[in-house]
């Protein structure tokens, strides 16, 4: 029987106290850890290693994640980030969420919670990883995507998504001018509920503006209804 592969998590966390006991019980889930405390080894690792998720704090060693982020999404669009940090003002969840995190976990946490933002993260990267599915097409005016590829083309050009962006966009065109609720799309897309995290599904709202419509503040096709959610408009 063929052994079934290891996930390798890239986790740069700087508190050992925190740290190890992450590092820890996440090898007793079956992942394979590499840890480090730097900004700048992360790079390194990332660039001479193939991990399958980043778990990346903000405030860290020669480097703060946002760099390591926005760094990791130069070369690297599908690599699942989750940001894990003490600092929890909106804006550094805005900022962030724009340089191309997946996900924003506060400390303290919930050691469950964070194991299942884990696995949901790395079930859904699974998905989208090479094979010979049938292709799902998007197409909004002009704009063309596939789904499976993570890439097409927007009215600024060629796009690259994440995995979460297209689980995002496949939820929202599957089914035209039906509202969802911000903790609706959380669940159904990030697999999780919570009343405090619905401000990641308005940052990524606020991605596929920028991927899609040909004026982001004005938008004609992801639409905000007031005090119920999102709806997708063709």
């Known amino acids: 029987m063929e052994e079934k592969r290891r996930y390798r998590i890239l986790l740069v966390e700087d508190e050992l106290n925190l740290a190890r006991p992450l590092q820890f019980n996440l090898e007793q889930e079956g992942y394979e850890i590499c840890s480090t405390p730097s900004g700048r080894e992360a790079l390194l690792l990332h660039e001479r290693e193939p991990f399958d998720l980043i778990i ?38 805005i900022h962030g969420l724009e340089l191309g995190a997946d996900d924003y976990i506060t400390k303290p946490f919930h050691l469950r919670e964070l194991l299942l933002r884990v696995e949901r993260m790395l079930e859904r990267a699974a998905w989208y990883s090479p094979g010979n599915r049938p292709s799902r097409i998007v197409e909004i005016d002009r704009c063309r995507v596939n789904l499976d590829k993570l890439s097409g083309f927007g009215p600024r050009g060629r796009l690259q998504l994440t995995a979460l962006e297209a ?61 119920k959610g999102y709806m997708f408009v063709p």
């Open 56 to 93: 990346l704090d903000l405030m860290i060693e020669e480097m703060d994640g946002f760099e390591v982020a926005r760094r990791v999404r130069q070369s690297d669009q599908r690599l699942p980030i989750i940001m894990l940090t003490a600092r929890s003002t909106a804006e550094d969840r």
């Open 167 to 227: 689980d995002l966009l496949q939820a929202l065109t599957s089914e035209p001018n039906r509202i969802f609720s911000r903790g609706e799309l959380l669940e159904k897309v990030w697999g999780y509920h919570s009343e405090v995290e619905t401000r990641t599904v308005d940052n990524f709202i606020a991605r596929l503006r920028k991927y899609f419509e040909e004026e982001p503040d004005q938008p004609r096709h992801f639409i905000s209804v007031r005090g």
